[in-house]
């Protein structure tokens, strides 16, 4: 255990019970004041600090960090540093941060570089090169494959087999708190023989996690099951929005195009896999056995609290979904050494989606269509309406969360408002 999960730990910054950010934490992301220019930032508390200001007044220079890598509108250049020197810095964070630190007054230097989250605009944490969106809930695949397949029979022949996965948009995916457009496209109408085209009338959310590739390779280099967590720098909550009517008429042969290239919600920060070491725990069992490529040693799933809200443009917010992402078949390290095996090469900043997280009860399904199955089970909202899909003016917020030893590690939010044409 590194000293900055140390549970024992505490922070002369205020941190609220049930706060996902406490000093255990210490996430990264990018943050904007107003009229400033981005800059690397971690939070504490309902705190973001500046480290571009820590690093000018020289709390990282033993660390050899060049002072522009804090000043960047992504953290790609900070991953790029290498886990050595991101894990250091998130160590002297902890030592800046401690109630014991005393090196230094903290009321003359804290109100230049701490500064409430509700006043800092929080940018999209990395430049997104390539995404990869898998397909890796058990519950989730059987759930749909039971919709639109077969009741008894729902996986297809391959799922158990390997990480199914297919490439993703990244130009459209956006940091929380950026609306979604309802997109148009071709569907067919139930009973229909011809499509129509229009907006989508099945819009949903997709509960996710993703994670953030700090790590490149080359083209041809494989990454083995063993490493390939040396390559995951850190973790983001993911809601990858779906256009199900749309995507439903088009997917086949080929897969998802427009019903899932219009959008997908981030939070804005990124808690390091380090971070969230206390939360590791065995993974389902996998039968059959998988192949010697993918056979994975220890705990490689995360217990990890995963929450969904639907806030409606006037009305109470409804939680309509908690699941866990140690549900997920597939785990991380499966899905990197999967994707590279055939030597596809990776970037910093590169995203990898879990698909939707579904667990084995009604009310932990990480979707929609799940939820609802396929609209014939509408959800109930406090100002009496139903759901099956998502209405315009309905914000989608995800949430996720760890806690053990009296300690919560969190993600904070990834929420998008879905706006009409």
């Not at 785990?331 to 879990?354: E, K, P, Y």
């Amino acid at each position: 255990m590194t000293r900055a999960n140390d549970p024992a730990l505490r922070s002369w910054v205020d941190v609220p019970p049930g706060c996902d950010f406490p000093i255990q934490n210490l996430p990264f992301g990018i943050m904007r004041r107003a009229g400033g220019s981005p800059r690397l930032a971690t939070a504490i508390g309902r705190q973001a600090a500046d480290l571009q200001v820590l690093a000018e007044h020289g709390f990282f220079d033993d660390l050899g960090i060049p002072l522009e890598v804090f000043a960047q509108p992504y953290l790609n250049d900070f991953m790029a540093l290498g886990k050595a020197k991101t894990s250091a810095v998130r160590n002297r964070l902890s030592h800046i941060l401690d109630t014991d630190f005393e090196e230094w007054d903290a009321g003359e230097l804290a109100p230049f570089f701490l500064f409430p989250q509700s006043e800092v605009e929080m940018l999209m944490p990395v430049r997104v090169g390539d995404y990869t969106d898998f397909y890796s809930s058990l519950e989730h695949a059987s759930n749909v494959g039971s919709m639109f397949r077969d009741p008894q029979n729902p996986l297809l022949p391959n799922w158990r087999h390997l990480p199914v996965a297919y490439h993703g948009r990244a130009s459209s995916i956006v940091v929380s708190g950026t609306p979604i457009r309802r997109p148009s496209g071709q569907t067919l109408p139930p009973g229909a023989d011809q499509p129509v085209f229009g907006p989508s009338a099945r819009m949903d959310f997709e509960l996710e996690m993703a994670f953030v590739v700090g790590k490149p390779t080359e083209l041809g280099q494989p990454i083995g099951i063993g490493e390939a967590e040396d390559y995951i720098f850190g973790l983001v909550l993911f809601n990858d929005w779906s256009a199900r009517d749309i995507q439903q008429w088009e997917y086949v042969p080929l897969g998802p195009f427009l019903g899932k290239n219009f959008g997908s919600t981030v939070s804005p920060w990124v808690v390091t896999l380090e971070a969230l070491e206390p939360f590791r725990t065995p993974g389902p069992v996998q039968e059959p056995e998988v192949l010697p490529y993918l056979k994975s040693e220890g705990n490689k799933n995360f217990d990890l609290h995963l929450e969904v809200w639907i806030q409606p443009e006037a009305g109470e917010a409804a939680r309509v979904c908690r699941s866990n992402f140690k549900y997920m078949y597939w785990n991380m390290a499966q899905q990197l050494a999967h994707h590279a095996v055939n030597g596809c090469n990776f970037n910093i900043g590169d995203v990898c989606a879990s698909g939707t997280i579904s667990g084995p009860e009604e009310g932990s399904y990480g979707s929609m269509l799940e939820l609802a199955w396929r609209g014939t089970k509408p959800l109930p909202m406090p100002d009496g309406s139903t759901r099956s899909f998502i209405n315009d003016g309905d914000t989608v917020i995800l949430r996720g969360w760890g806690e053990r030893n009296g300690v919560r590690v969190g993600f904070g939010e990834a929420s998008g408002k879905v706006l009409g044409l």
